[in-house]
């Protein structure tokens, strides 16, 4: 198995490789009472072409509002201090707000983590999985009724013409985030960003949803940043790490290296608080 291999950030960086996503320095402000304090430090990241990036830490951690900034979604009370965000060749924090609209589903889409939430109750489930397609291409969202069907196929969920014509409540929780997914999917995006997808899944369907995001990247190369707090699921999920504390990266590696040589302490911690985890055999054993 070389999947190991073919993601390897350093041959990407040998080969001069792009990346699909770079934070530089990024510095997020949140105001109380009309203080700015600083709750985001100095944070730099990149996600490589076709790879999986994990940003692990405790609740808390800056994790949200870093991909949040990345999105330019952040919530009103924060802003960006300093930074800079690249999107390929795109400097992120320099569009305009139409722009920004383009560039969210087409090159970058945000799966969340509570899919029950963010499905709208009252639209039948293929029509909200195309409606970015309609409204990217400006036609009417029944002209994209197979891309909707299609897509619920890449995701895995049975009878999708049937399925499609379903309301979020007729699915299961898997169900649901599949079909978040889907709509991620929609426009074939460069970068998927993913804030805790799993969390409200049982372990099975959890298990599941990790392994078809992993199968979306090995069959489109699309690349995936994925925000957990359990270091599990990067055992099985990611190429490489960022270890998040109190607003800062404290550590980052590849996901072999984290786990076999975990350098800081705070990484330590965490690798003793998940006991399954102690074999290092573990990823090789998934
Ligand atoms: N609505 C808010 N009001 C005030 N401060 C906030 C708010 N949201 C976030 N913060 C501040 O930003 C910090 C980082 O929050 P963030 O949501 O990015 O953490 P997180 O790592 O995603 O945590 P979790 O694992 O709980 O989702 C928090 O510790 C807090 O200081
Ligand atoms: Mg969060």
Same mark, same amino acid.
């Given at each position: 198995?070389?999947?190991?291999? /073919?993601?390897?950030?350093?041959?990407?960086?040998? $080969?001069? %490789?792009?990346?699909?996503?770079?934070?530089?320095?990024?510095?997020? $402000?949140?105001?109380?009472?009309?203080?700015?304090?600083?709750?985001?430090?100095?944070?730099?990241?990149?996600?490589?072409?076709?790879?999986?990036?994990?940003?692990?830490?405790?609740? *808390?951690?800056? %994790?949200?509002?870093?991909?949040?900034?990345?999105?330019?979604?952040?919530?009103?009370?924060?802003?960006?201090?300093?930074?800079?965000?690249?999107?390929?060749?795109?400097?992120?924090?320099?569009?305009?707000? %139409?722009?920004?609209?383009?560039?969210?589903?087409?090159?970058?889409?945000?799966?969340?983590?509570?899919?029950?939430?963010?499905?709208?109750?009252?639209?039948?489930?293929?029509?909200?999985?195309?409606?970015?397609?309609?409204?990217?291409?400006?036609?009417?969202?029944?002209?994209?009724?197979?891309?909707?069907?299609?897509?619920?196929?890449?995701?895995?969920?049975?009878?999708?013409?049937?399925?499609?014509?379903?309301?979020?409540?007729?699915?299961?929780?898997?169900?649901?985030?599949?079909?978040?997914?889907?709509? *991620?999917?929609?426009?074939?995006?460069?970068?998927?960003?993913?804030?805790?997808?799993?969390?409200?899944?049982?372990?099975?369907?959890?298990?599941?949803?990790?392994?078809?995001?992993?199968?979306?990247?090995?069959?489109?190369?699309?690349?995936?940043?994925?925000?957990?707090?359990?270091?599990?699921?990067?055992?099985?999920?990611?190429?490489?790490?960022?270890?998040?504390? /109190?607003?800062?990266?404290?550590?980052?590696?590849?996901?072999?290296?984290?786990?076999?040589?975990?350098?800081?302490?705070?990484?330590?911690?965490?690798?003793?608080?998940?006991?399954?985890?102690?074999?290092?055999?573990?990823?090789?054993?998934?």
């Amino acid at each position: 198995m070389s999947v190991e291999n /073919h993601h390897d950030r350093r041959v990407h960086e040998e $080969e001069g %490789k792009r990346p699909t996503l770079e934070v530089r320095d990024l510095n997020i $402000e949140f105001s109380r009472r009309r203080v700015w304090t600083s709750v985001v430090h100095d944070v730099s990241l990149k996600v490589m072409p076709g790879e999986i990036v994990g940003v692990i830490g405790e609740s *808390g951690s800056g %994790k949200t509002l870093s991909a949040l900034a990345a999105l330019r979604l952040l919530p009103k009370q924060a802003r960006v201090a300093k930074g800079s965000v690249m999107l390929g060749d795109v400097d992120v924090l320099a569009q305009s707000d %139409k722009a920004m609209r383009d560039l969210r589903g087409n090159r970058m889409a945000l799966i969340p983590q509570d899919a029950m939430q963010s499905l709208n109750p009252t639209m039948r489930v293929g029509l909200q999985v195309a409606e970015p397609i309609s409204l990217h291409r400006g036609t009417p969202l029944k002209s994209v009724a197979a891309a909707a069907v299609k897509l619920l196929e890449t995701v895995g969920i049975t009878l999708p013409e049937l399925r499609a014509r379903a309301f979020p409540h007729q699915f299961s929780g898997g169900m649901q985030q599949r079909a978040m997914i889907a709509m *991620g999917l929609a426009l074939a995006p460069d970068l998927l960003i993913a804030d805790e997808p799993t969390t409200a899944l049982d372990v099975t369907v959890q298990a599941q949803v990790l392994k078809l995001l992993r199968d979306i990247r090995d069959a489109s190369g699309t690349s995936i940043l994925f925000i957990t707090h359990d270091l599990g699921v990067v055992a099985e999920l990611c190429d490489w790490v960022y270890v998040m504390r /109190h607003g800062r990266i404290v550590e980052q590696g590849s996901v072999a290296r984290i786990f076999t040589d975990p350098r800081q302490d705070y990484t330590q911690m965490l690798l003793a608080a998940t006991p399954s985890l102690h074999s290092p055999l573990t990823k090789e054993a998934i």
